[in-house]
């Protein structure tokens, strides 16, 4: 018999399911800590959702997972879908199948009943963790690679004047914008937009490994872009940029500007490696993510695909 069971996530709990994240950092070099003021607050921008959690026979939670539903576009083809995030499980309490039970609970009580037949999920290439729960939690599933760069809005970009302009797969987007808040996202004349991410959390740096101590100082003794890279227990106000295309992105440096008068240090942008955003973008950038796109559906690294940039 489990010494866990998965129910329903309730407002008594919150202060639980907070502590529990608080007690979760991302990454081993560069160690980071979600910083939300409500446990719900990246759910409830989306339509629907639902979230669940571990719960031991002592009342102590031990996990939570949110799947909420968004858009997701295959080749110009859109589809309801459903997406997964804030997936955490107690340290001490891995390796018990907690982590593939929250997932098949919202399987069968908001993917099923909502009548998803795309669901989905972004992790870190790099997160072994995430694509083994998916793989025995799903029959099936499927990667899309991409990329997010990191731009301090105190850098600017230039233009390069020669790159090839090759089709562009990934696209950010913002659907059903009219049910959001204007307050959380903006956009220019010409399209571009982003979206106010440290309105719904922020990160905390909690620990840097020394040997990356030693590289970010050196780096900002040679390089200016790297200047503003933030140290330990500082902070990151975040925002995600949408709505770029080739056609639009060299007016980026009005984004940074304004963001960097409201105080936002970083804007994030994802897209695919080789594409002209990439090759655009990436000596701005003071870092490169790799992530995965992980589906329950049939996808190729050819197709064109757009998601909504509150999945991010």
């Known amino acids: 018999m489990e010494d866990y069971h998965i129910i329903p996530y309730s407002e008594p709990y919150h202060d639980k399911v907070c ?3 608080q007690g979760i950092v991302q990454g081993k070099k560069i160690q980071l800590e979600i ?24 009342n102590q939670v031990v996990g939570s997972a949110i799947g909420a539903q968004t858009t ?12 997964a995030f804030d997936t955490k499980v107690d340290p001490s309490s891995r390796g018990k199948g907690i982590g593939k039970a929250m997932v098949q609970d919202i399987y069968k009580k908001f993917y099923s009943p909502m009548g998803f037949l795309k669901n989905f999920m972004v992790a870190k290439q790099s997160n072994s963790a995430v694509v ?3 793989s025995t939690a799903v029959p099936n599933i499927w ?7 990191t731009i301090p809005t105190s850098n600017r970009v230039e233009i390069p004047a020669h790159v090839s302009r090759a089709p562009q797969l990934l696209s950010i987007k913002l659907f059903d914008k009219q049910s959001l808040p204007c307050e959380l996202y903006s956009t220019l004349q010409n399209g571009l937009s982003y979206f106010e991410t440290h309105k719904l959390y922020r990160l905390k740096i909690q620990n840097i490994n020394w040997f990356y101590k030693q590289g970010i100082s050196f780096l900002k003794l040679v390089d200016e872009k790297y200047r503003s890279l933030p ?14 295309t080739p056609e639009n992105i060299h007016e980026i440096n009005q984004v940074l500007q304004e963001l960097q008068s409201k105080d936002i240090k970083q804007l994030l942008v994802c897209c695919r490696r080789h594409d002209y955003i990439y090759h655009v973008l990436k000596k701005a950038s003071i870092n490169r993510y790799q992530y995965n796109l992980v589906s329950d559906f049939h996808i190729d690294r050819s197709d064109q695909i757009a998601i ?3 999945c991010l």
Do not use: P, W
């Open 143 to 149: 990667f899309y690679d991409f990329v997010y760069l």
């Open 19 to 21: 502590a529990l994240e």
């Open 35 to 58: 910083i939300k003021a409500n446990f719900l607050d990246r759910a409830k921008i989306f339509k629907n959702h639902y979230s669940c959690i571990a719960v031991t026979k002592e």
């Open 72 to 83: 997701v576009m295959i080749n110009q083809q859109q589809s309801a879908a459903g997406i």
């Open 231 to 244: 140290g330990e227990n500082e902070t990151l106000s975040l925002a995600t940029l949408f709505n770029h």
């Open 132 to 134: 083994k729960l998916a």
């Open 308 to 310: 909504d940039v509150r």
